[in-house]
């Protein structure tokens, strides 16, 4: 067993990369000058306008931390209270928006594309043109790649949007070739492809069928995730596309050292089904993805130091502070057991190795 290590420091700095803050995103209402003429009418004529995009249950206490909540307000839809309570507070030189948004789980191609379009300028238009310090990451719907290319094509001329984001639960296993025209076209810009924990719903969330309560949906997250990892590694998506990493956000990190374990030993037993994977498992994750670190799913800082030795690659953890999401209390932003150099990484080095876009666009 490792000795104790040390709490790292509660606040960062000098300065942070955030690498996860979540604007609230409003209802359709206020995205209706975003999108055209057509999808206007679509939304009134129908009267559903009005159609709220709030993806964690509004009144469930992770939404938002207790202090940062204002009532009547949508969390984390005010950019003044993002500067105070997280940018300012926090000392953070840069942050990525990563929206949640109804339309990754719209049923329908077209109208999931407009509102992820929509959503996009919006950012933009509210967030990244009043605010230096913001980035943000490309909304596409999976329900529709070849759409999710044309979004991703219109955008990244623009340096300020930084990554493509995806729920972690979509249609089909991430690693069939349905999606590889995504995976593509964010290789080819250099953007890596973020996978937030999240479901479009086209599936239970557990392998067992529909959980009762919104508990079960958040803690299922985890095997998700493990699943969406192998499905990633074992379809080869690292062989086609060697240079593209993967940002898993709030994935949690306990459940990755056993993963790691797991893969490698079935690996070696079963590698001639896939030889298209020549790499250990470990390698291939460790080289090409990486973890935001709110929320460290850990008891005490010796479990976080133990946890972060097993995984053996200080290159994958990035700092985040999941702003309004209520993972941490007061400025404990950085979970105890990360070293002070392990600190220093994941708030600027690792960010900056992990999205190019960054680098060019901070001077």
């Not at 913001?134 to 044309?150: D, Y």
């Not at 492809?193 to 985890?222: C, E, F, K």
Request: proline residues 10%; charged residues 20%; contains cysteine.
């Amino acid at each position: 067993m490792p000795a104790p290590t040390a709490p790292a420091p509660t606040a960062p700095a000098p300065t942070a990369i955030d690498c996860d803050i979540h604007p609230g995103v409003p209802d359709i209402k206020a995205l209706l000058p975003y999108m055209s003429d057509f999808w206007r009418h679509s939304f009134v004529d129908r009267g559903i306008d009005g159609f709220d995009m709030m993806s964690y249950p509004l009144g469930a206490p992770l939404t938002c931390r207790p202090d940062w909540r204002v009532a009547g307000e949508r969390p984390g839809s005010s950019l003044a209270q993002m500067r105070a309570q997280a940018l300012d507070k926090f000392n953070i030189s840069h942050a990525i928006c990563n929206p949640l948004t109804g339309g990754q789980v719209a049923v329908s191609e077209s109208m999931g594309a407009a509102i992820c379009s929509a959503v996009n300028d919006w950012i933009v238009d509210k967030w990244l043109n009043q605010e230096p310090r913001l980035r943000a990451s490309i909304v596409v719907p999976p329900q529709a790649p070849l759409l999710a290319v044309e979004e991703i094509e219109r955008l990244a001329p623009d340096k300020r949007f930084v990554q493509v984001l995806l729920p972690a639960a979509c249609e089909m296993m991430l690693g069939r070739s349905y999606y590889w025209p995504i995976y593509e076209a964010a290789h080819r810009h250099g953007l890596p492809i973020g996978i937030h924990a999240g479901s479009m719903y086209r599936h239970a969330p557990t392998s067992g069928g529909w959980p009762s309560h919104y508990l079960h949906d958040y803690v299922a997250n985890s095997q998700l995730f493990e699943d969406q990892l192998l499905s990633l590694v074992t379809n080869g998506i690292f062989v086609k596309f060697p240079t593209l990493k993967f940002v898993f956000i709030e994935s949690g990190v306990s459940w990755l050292p056993n993963f790691i374990w797991r893969a490698i030993k079935t690996w070696r037993g079963v590698r001639p089904e896939i030889p298209w994977v020549k790499d250990s498992p470990a390698d291939i994750i460790r080289s090409n993805i990486r973890i935001t670190t709110q929320p460290f799913d850990a008891p005490d800082a010796d479990t976080v130091a133990r946890i972060v030795e097993q995984i053996d690659c200080e290159d994958m953890f990035l700092f985040s502070s999941d702003y309004p999401h209520w993972q941490f209390e007061g400025d404990a932003i950085v979970p105890g057991g990360i070293s002070e150099s392990l600190a220093h990484r994941m708030r600027v080095q690792n960010p900056l190795a992990t999205y190019p876009r960054l680098q060019e666009t901070m001077s």
